[in-house]
């Protein structure tokens, strides 16, 4: 169902709303100024199956916990505490790769003595405990990070060499050898590969968030450029007025009255003017603010698909539609997790219809909280023109924000 937050409130909300205190963020909140707390977790594995996705593919290395519990590598005493050592430092070392990010230098000097325990038991117990060695590459994938050079691979390659050709010494047959070759090899890769591919998700996802918020911190820079070329030299002319009608005020009430509508006429241009750039006539519209979303969009990895019809569109409506746009697609950049984003533009019943949806998460705003900022600021300027805001998840899954506005002039 779906959030309906309509434009337009009367004085007494209007002055709540600006004394009120801090308003709850919503999924179009898009401060870009503001400094955010970050903790360097350079090589942390943040995503991805975490260390118990991983342990039950320890169980690869079972045959040689069954020559221990079978009797087969003897004396028993010896097999059992150096593989439960074994058993407790990679688990450790595994734990520390995820938990204190890769190239922990205790997770590693942990795997490297895992690493001796190992080659031990082989060497001592004979090629059945070669099913270690698949368990150890798990280890180096998850431990080991990735830099400059591919350091997993240059560890786990000869890793695989070493295993292969310690169990052929110890009586394994060639088969038995390749196979200790290979599964040491791939086990290792596998992991390593996975990981890695996680971590650079990780890596498009912050990059998508500090674009939108760049994006949107430079267009709040741009727009109080703008209100301070408007208003300084306004503001300095209706001064200078108020100056003359002072010193007039006693002398020639007409030209007073002159004066005194000249800073009336001024003012009225001055709120024309910003009502103007808050709306974004200056310089952009729907037309520039569609085409500036398909761009961010694409850049994003969102399939942008437009439908426009029954325009052009009076000036007015157009701006402001192309501020919903401006902030639609930044909810849909920032917080959607979408695959594809659909914009659309009708005229319906002497109405002006846009719609941005997409196909992401659709997570409503929590119930009984106040619109954020990015959405408080867009349904003040709906109101302004007498416009309904409606924004939720869709049908079907997704999020939708739509925006009706009436048309108030004939376009020829």
């Known amino acids: 169902m779906k959030r309906l937050v309509r434009a337009g409130r009367d004085p007494a909300e209007r002055e709540a709303a600006g004394s009120g205190g801090t308003a709850t963020e919503d999924r179009t909140d898009t401060t870009g100024t503001a400094t955010q707390d970050r903790t360097d977790t350079t090589g942390q594995i943040d995503d991805g199956p975490g260390p118990f996705g991983i342990y039950p593919w320890l169980l690869i290395g079972y045959d040689a916990f069954s020559d221990v519990l079978n009797g087969r590598a ?119 590969t996975m990981l890695r591919l996680f971590g650079a998700v990780k890596e498009l996802r912050e990059t998508r968030e500090e674009l939108a918020r760049t994006a949107v911190s430079e267009e709040r820079l741009r727009f109080a450029r703008d209100l301070h070329d408007l208003l300084g030299h306004t503001l300095s002319v209706m001064v200078v007025k108020a100056q003359a009608v002072r010193k007039l005020a006693a002398r020639d009430a007409g030209l007073t009255a002159e004066q005194a509508a000249d800073i009336e006429e001024i003012g009225r241009d001055a709120l024309r003017q910003v009502r103007l750039a808050v709306t974004g006539y200056r310089g952009r519209g729907l037309d520039a603010e569609i085409d500036g979303a398909r761009t961010a969009l694409r850049d994003a990895g969102i399939t942008v698909l437009v439908r426009k019809e029954g325009t052009p569109l009076p000036e007015e409506t157009d701006a402001l539609l192309g501020w919903a746009v401006r902030e639609g697609v930044t909810n849909v950049i920032r ?78």
Request: aromatic share 8%; hydrophobic share 50%; glycine share 16%.
């Open 74 to 192: 003897r004396p028993v005493w010896a097999s059992g505490s150096l593989l439960a050592i074994y058993a407790l430092l990679l688990c450790t070392a595994i734990w520390y790769g995820f938990r204190r990010g890769q190239g922990d230098r205790w997770a590693t000097v942990l795997l490297a003595a895992a690493g001796v325990d190992a080659f031990t038991l082989v060497g001592w117990f004979g090629h059945g405990m070669s099913a270690l060695m698949p368990t150890l590459a798990l280890g180096c994938g998850v431990v080991i990070q990735w830099g400059r050079r591919p350091w997993p691979v240059l560890v786990i390659a000869p890793l695989s060499v070493a295993a292969g050709l310690l169990a052929w010494v110890r009586g394994a047959s060639a088969g038995d050898a390749i196979g200790a070759w290979y599964g040491t090899l791939i086990s290792g890769f596998i992991i390593a």
């Open 335 to 412: 917080h959607s997790g979408a695959g594809t984003c659909e914009i659309s533009v009708v005229r319906r019943a002497g109405a002006a219809v846009l719609s941005v949806r997409d196909d992401g998460r659709g997570a409503p705003a929590p119930s009984g909280t106040s619109p954020g900022n990015g959405l408080r600021g867009l349904v003040e300027r709906i109101g302004v023109a007498e416009g309904r805001l409606e924004a939720g998840p869709a049908d079907g899954g997704g999020y939708l924000l739509t925006v009706t506005l009436p048309l108030k002039e004939t376009v020829s």
